[in-house]
Each structure stands twice: as structure tokens, then as C-alpha cells.
């Protein structure tokens, strides 16, 4: 079987010089026997020379990912093995045409095109393009292997990608690049014999154990000008008969005011921040200033869902986690409204939304969990039936204790974790006005066997899922130290005003917009709110 790492997943790697191995008469006579009678039997040898050369480029391209893709050695080789490994490739093109699954099976398709993909340059990637486009009218089974192809030009040149196969590993994270008409994906994935986009999302995020995100803007690209408008030039004009979507058929709602939980604090330690009024915030949105046309202070109400991991890591410690959240209780303020919810890998809702103390303290006395963590499924649960209905008289936050390791980042989950990906959360996340405040437990020291990048992307999923909603990240070291924490998220959740805006820019067109929120006349006070929103 090939050795391959999963398709679309881009190193920062050298590539080969620029050069064209096929004559513009070799390209016709290799486009023109795509209609030709297939072969009668598979050529074995030749079968066997493409998976020998793509395994060999493979090995070699792990080695140097898993070893140190800066040392030059290793670069050398790799460069050395692309150059050999386009001129076989190119061998293969001259002598019997693009390979097929008549010619060489599926596993030597893939062969080719993973040499392709990997080690030609781009000028042959482009000039090979329509002839692989064509193939598929007659090869269906390369039509995966196209799609892969595609995107990767169309990401390189700057484009948009179509079918959402080209990922990049980055600070932690796998992040997808942005794809063109996201309502048709689907039906053009199904088309082009991928399967679905978010089966596709939870295997990169089980075989990386990395969480992913889509990523906002498209890359620049690195390229000559002169290469980037040839490759532009080529995927325009190569017909891949997909699914288009008609601008009849997009739904827009005009939801022009943008709500913004906005957090001050001092940058002066202990020193008082006071009472703000609307004059003192300005809000930019891409640099423009915007007319601020609602504002709540800090006086009006929460609602707030404390949201608890009871999953197995915690099971000794049910009782430290029952009197800290008797604590919080408390310590919140008589106008909050509050609920209890508890999770492992299904959730529990201990008590809903209620100003009435009694009953919450009442319903936490049995507080029970076992198995799993599904950390991300019972963000989405709360967020979409535990949490007040959106309103300018209450805000609305959830406060989650948690060591953040869903088991779609544990390696011997197997197919457990949440079925929301981590990239849907985070774009819900982003849609609404709700405040996620994690507390991080730290369990690294009960040691369960996991690698020390687990918990490492465990906590940078807590702090994107703060960012991306205005709240802010706290960490427990040890169950013992949540009373403190607790007591210091209600006097931040104190803070934290309501600002809106209707947007100058009135385009619904789907587009990220940077939002800055600063503080007039105040330079020892710092503004902390979500980073910006979709425009739909």
C-alpha cells in the first residue's frame, strides 16, 4: 500500500526549479489519447514503478517533516528526489500518456498524482491540468485526485479553494483555507466522489489529533506574477462541469446591528477602572469608525450556565467541584440568572436558568458523570438550548471548567469525541452575542498517558473559543484553586459592558470584518471584545 500523508495537507517544503518537461506537442498528443481504447490488462511494472517512486518521496518527505524541515541537508535531498521524480513521471506522460486505472489500477493513479501534487513544479502542474480534467469523463475514479489538484493551484494562485481539501498545519492548529460558494460544497464534493465535508473535517482531526479551523482570508500568494496569472489563466479555462450557485439562490439576513460584549481592564495592576458611559468607547469596523447606537453598562444582567466537565478525569474530585460551584452560586450577583449544566461524553441539564438560589444550590448535590469528554458538542448544546434568547436587557455568557481534551484529540479514541467539529464551533461561537469564559483544569499532572501536545491543543482551543467570543481564559491549577477562580470571574464578568453599531458598510456579502473597540482618554485601560464577525 502507498505510504501517503492525507491529501492536502501543506508543508513548507522546497520546491523544484521551475521547468516543463512536456513539449507543447507532447502535451496535445498525451491530451489527444485520452479518447484512445483503454488498455486490455493493467501494466504491472509500470504500476509497480510509480508506487515505488511515490512511496520512496514519501518516506523521504515524513522524514524531513518528523526530523527538521529547516536543516538544508535534508532540503537538498528532498529538492534532489523531486527533480528525480518529476523526470520519471514525465517519463511515464511521454511513453503512455496520463495514467489510468485501465493502465495502472487506482493505487498507481494515486501514485501519480501524489508525485504531481508533490514534486512537479508548478508550470507542469498547470500545463498537465486540462488533461487530467479530461480524464475524469472517462476515469471517474481520478476524479478525487482532480479535485485535490485544483484546489491546490487555486490556493496557490490566490484563489478560493472549491472542494475544501487544502489544509495547512499552523500554530497549533489545522487550518482550511477559504472556499468558494460554500452552499454548493457539498454537492460539488458529492460530484467529484469526496465524501462529506464534515466526515472530512473530524478524519484530519483524529488522524492529527489537532483541532481545526477555517481560516478567514485566502493566502497571498507567493508566486511570480507571471506564473500567478498563468495559473489563474489555466483554472478559468478548464471545465469541470461543478455546481454553481445562482445569486437568486442565496439567502441574506439583514441583521444590520452588531452586538459586541466589550471587557475593560486596567494595564496597571490594581488600579481602579471606574464607571465608563458610551463616549468614552469608539468602535473602528476595517479601520472606519462607526456610530455606536446601543449601549448597556455593566449594572444590567446576566444570564449565566456554568458548564461543568464531569467526564472519568474528574471522578475523584466531584465533591471539591460541588462546594466551588455552591461558591459561584453565591458570589453571583441577586439579578443573574444562572444554570447548572454537567457533561462527559452526553450532557446534562441540572438545573435550567432560575434567579431563584435555593433551587440551583438544591440541584447540585448529586451532580453525577462518567466515560468520555465530548467538550465540544456540549458547548453547542448549552449555546443553542441552555442560554437565554438573545436581548438587549440580559447578556449572556457560559463559563466552562474543563481540561479542554476532547476525544477527537486523544489518538486511542478511536471514532469518540464530539461530532461537532471544532471549526463549527468556533464559526457558531462567532454568530452570537454569548461571552465563552474557560476555566482551565489542569489535569496534565494525573498523568493519563497522553502526549504532552494533547493538553497543549486542548488549551489553545479553550483560548480561541474566549477570543473568538469576547470572553476571557482563566486557568485552575488543581481543582482546589476554583474557588479563587470563580470569585475572579464574577468580579470580570462586572466589567464588561454592551456596545452596538450598524455597520456603514451595509454589504451582506459574507466577508470578515475587523472590529476594534478602544477607550477614549484612557491609555491605562485596555478593551477586550470579539475580533470581528461574518457579514450575512
Given at each position: 500500500?502507498?505510504?501517503?500523508?492525507?491529501?492536502?495537507?501543506?508543508?513548507?517544503?522546497?520546491?523544484?526549479?521551475?521547468?516543463?518537461?512536456?513539449?507543447?506537442?507532447?502535451?496535445?498528443?498525451?491530451?489527444?489519447?485520452?479518447?484512445?481504447?483503454?488498455?486490455?490488462?493493467?501494466?504491472?511494472?509500470?504500476?509497480?514503478?510509480?508506487?515505488?517512486?511515490?512511496?520512496?518521496?514519501?518516506?523521504?518527505?515524513?522524514?524531513?517533516?518528523?526530523?527538521?524541515?529547516?536543516?538544508?541537508?535534508?532540503?537538498?535531498?528532498?529538492?534532489?528526489?523531486?527533480?528525480?521524480?518529476?523526470?520519471?513521471?514525465?517519463?511515464?506522460?511521454?511513453?503512455?500518456?496520463?495514467?489510468?486505472?485501465?493502465?495502472?489500477?487506482?493505487?498507481?493513479?494515486?501514485?501519480?498524482?501524489?508525485?504531481?501534487?508533490?514534486?512537479?513544479?508548478?508550470?507542469?502542474?498547470?500545463?498537465?491540468?486540462?488533461?487530467?480534467?479530461?480524464?475524469?469523463?472517462?476515469?471517474?475514479?481520478?476524479?478525487?485526485?482532480?479535485?485535490?489538484?485544483?484546489?491546490?493551484?487555486?490556493v496557490s494562485a490566490g484563489m478560493k479553494q472549491l472542494f475544501g481539501t487544502q489544509a495547512v498545519k499552523r500554530n497549533g492548529f489545522l487550518v482550511l483555507y477559504p472556499i468558494e460558494d460554500e452552499a454548493n460544497l457539498e454537492a460539488r464534493r458529492k460530484q467529484f466522489e469526496l465524501p462529506t465535508m464534515p466526515e472530512n473535517i473530524r478524519f484530519l482531526e483524529h488522524y492529527y489529533h489537532t483541532p481545526l479551523i477555517r481560516a478567514r482570508d485566502v493566502p497571498?500568494?507567493?508566486?511570480?506574477?507571471?506564473?500567478?496569472?498563468?495559473?489563474?489563466?489555466?483554472?478559468?479555462?478548464?471545465?469541470?462541469?461543478?455546481?454553481?450557485?445562482?445569486?437568486?439562490?442565496?439567502?441574506?439576513?439583514?441583521?444590520?446591528?452588531?452586538?459586541?460584549?466589550?471587557?475593560?481592564?486596567?494595564?496597571?495592576?490594581?488600579?481602579?477602572?471606574?464607571?465608563?458611559?458610551?463616549?468614552?468607547?469608539?468602535?473602528?469596523?476595517?479601520?472606519?469608525?462607526?456610530?455606536?447606537?446601543?449601549?448597556?453598562?455593566?449594572?444590567?444582567?446576566?444570564?449565566?450556565?456554568?458548564?461543568?466537565?464531569?467526564?472519568?478525569?474528574?471522578?475523584?474530585?466531584?465533591?471539591?467541584?460541588?462546594?466551588?460551584?455552591?461558591?459561584?452560586?453565591?458570589?453571583?450577583?441577586?439579578?443573574?440568572?444562572?444554570?447548572?449544566?454537567?457533561?462527559?461524553?452526553?450532557?446534562?441539564?441540572?438545573?435550567?436558568?432560575?434567579?431563584?438560589?435555593?433551587?440551583?444550590?438544591?440541584?447540585?448535590?448529586?451532580?453525577?458523570?462518567?466515560?468520555?469528554?465530548?467538550?465540544?458538542?456540549?458547548?453547542?448544546?448549552?449555546?443553542?438550548?441552555?442560554?437565554?434568547?438573545?436581548?438587549?436587557?440580559?447578556?449572556?455568557?457560559?463559563?466552562?471548567?474543563?481540561?479542554?481534551?476532547?476525544?477527537?484529540?486523544?489518538?486511542?479514541?478511536?471514532?469518540?469525541?464530539?461530532?461537532?467539529?471544532?471549526?463549527?464551533?468556533?464559526?457558531?461561537?462567532?454568530?452570537?452575542?454569548?461571552?465563552?469564559?474557560?476555566?482551565?483544569?489542569?489535569?496534565?499532572?494525573?498523568?493519563?498517558?497522553?502526549?504532552?501536545?494533547?493538553?497543549?491543543?486542548?488549551?489553545?482551543?479553550?483560548?480561541?473559543?474566549?477570543?473568538?467570543?469576547?470572553?476571557?481564559?482563566?486557568?485552575?491549577?488543581?481543582?482546589?484553586?476554583?474557588?479563587?477562580?470563580?470569585?475572579?470571574?464574577?468580579?470580570?464578568?462586572?466589567?464588561?459592558?454592551?456596545?452596538?453599531?450598524?455597520?456603514?458598510?451595509?454589504?451582506?456579502?459574507?466577508?470578515?470584518?475587523?472590529?476594534?473597540?478602544?477607550?477614549?482618554?484612557?491609555?491605562?485601560?485596555?478593551?477586550?471584545?470579539?475580533?470581528?464577525?461574518?457579514?450575512?
Open positions: 500500500m502507498l505510504l501517503a500523508l492525507p491529501a492536502g495537507l501543506l508543508a513548507c517544503l522546497p520546491s523544484v526549479a521551475a521547468q516543463s518537461c512536456l513539449s507543447t506537442d507532447e502535451l496535445k498528443t498525451t491530451l489527444a489519447r485520452i479518447s484512445a481504447p483503454p488498455p486490455t490488462s493493467v501494466n504491472n511494472k509500470l504500476k509497480t514503478l510509480l508506487l515505488k517512486t511515490a512511496g520512496e518521496q514519501q518516506e523521504l518527505l515524513l522524514k524531513v517533516v518528523e526530523e527538521d524541515q529547516a536543516k538544508e541537508s535534508l532540503k537538498k535531498r528532498l529538492r534532489e528526489a523531486y527533480q528525480k521524480n518529476t523526470g520519471v513521471l514525465c517519463q511515464v506522460i511521454k511513453e503512455y500518456g496520463w495514467p489510468t486505472t485501465a493502465l495502472v489500477d487506482k493505487d498507481g493513479v494515486v501514485a501519480a498524482f501524489t508525485i504531481l501534487k508533490t514534486s512537479a513544479p508548478y508550470e507542469l502542474q498547470r500545463d498537465l491540468l486540462p488533461i487530467v480534467a479530461a480524464t475524469i469523463k472517462t476515469d471517474e475514479i481520478q476524479k478525487s485526485e482532480v479535485a485535490g489538484l485544483i484546489d491546490r493551484l487555486r497571498d500568494s507567493t508566486l511570480s506574477t507571471q506564473l500567478k496569472d498563468s495559473l489563474t489563466k489555466a483554472i478559468s479555462s478548464t471545465d469541470l462541469d461543478t455546481t454553481e450557485v445562482s445569486e437568486n439562490d442565496v439567502i441574506r439576513v439583514d441583521s444590520s446591528l452588531v452586538n459586541l460584549p466589550v471587557s475593560v481592564f486596567s494595564n496597571k495592576l490594581q488600579a481602579y477602572v471606574g464607571t465608563l458611559g458610551k463616549d468614552d468607547f469608539k468602535v473602528f469596523e476595517d479601520g472606519h469608525e462607526q456610530q455606536i447606537s446601543f449601549f448597556a453598562s455593566t449594572a444590567v444582567p446576566f444570564d449565566l450556565v456554568l458548564l461543568l466537565d464531569l467526564s472519568g478525569s474528574t471522578s475523584d474530585k466531584r465533591d471539591l467541584i460541588r462546594k466551588s460551584t455552591q461558591r459561584f452560586i453565591e458570589s453571583a450577583r441577586s439579578t443573574d440568572r444562572i444554570a447548572v449544566v454537567t457533561f462527559s461524553d452526553t450532557v446534562q441539564v441540572v438545573s435550567p436558568l432560575t434567579e431563584d438560589r435555593a433551587r440551583l444550590l438544591a440541584s447540585i448535590t448529586d451532580m453525577k458523570g462518567k466515560g468520555g469528554s465530548n467538550i465540544w458538542d456540549a458547548v453547542k448544546f448549552t449555546m443553542d438550548n441552555v442560554v437565554g434568547p438573545q436581548s438587549l436587557e440580559r447578556r449572556r455568557a457560559v463559563v466552562l471548567m474543563t481540561d479542554g481534551v476532547d476525544g477527537a484529540l486523544v489518538p486511542f479514541a478511536g471514532a469518540g469525541g464530539s461530532k461537532t467539529s471544532f471549526a463549527d464551533l468556533v464559526e457558531h461561537i462567532g454568530k452570537t452575542d454569548t461571552l465563552i469564559v474557560p476555566i482551565y483544569l489542569d489535569t496534565e499532572s494525573d498523568d493519563f498517558g497522553w502526549d504532552k501536545s494533547i493538553y497543549e491543543n486542548a488549551r489553545k482551543t479553550l483560548t480561541l473559543m474566549a477570543q473568538e467570543s469576547g470572553g476571557s481564559f482563566y486557568r485552575a491549577r488543581k481543582i482546589a484553586d476554583l474557588n479563587g477562580v470563580y470569585e475572579q470571574v464574577i468580579n470580570d464578568l462586572g466589567k464588561v459592558y454592551s456596545l452596538g453599531y450598524s455597520s456603514l458598510n451595509n454589504r451582506r456579502d459574507g466577508t470578515w470584518r475587523n472590529v476594534e473597540i478602544r477607550i477614549a482618554n484612557r491609555p491605562d485601560l485596555v478593551a477586550h471584545s470579539r475580533p470581528g464577525y461574518y457579514a450575512r
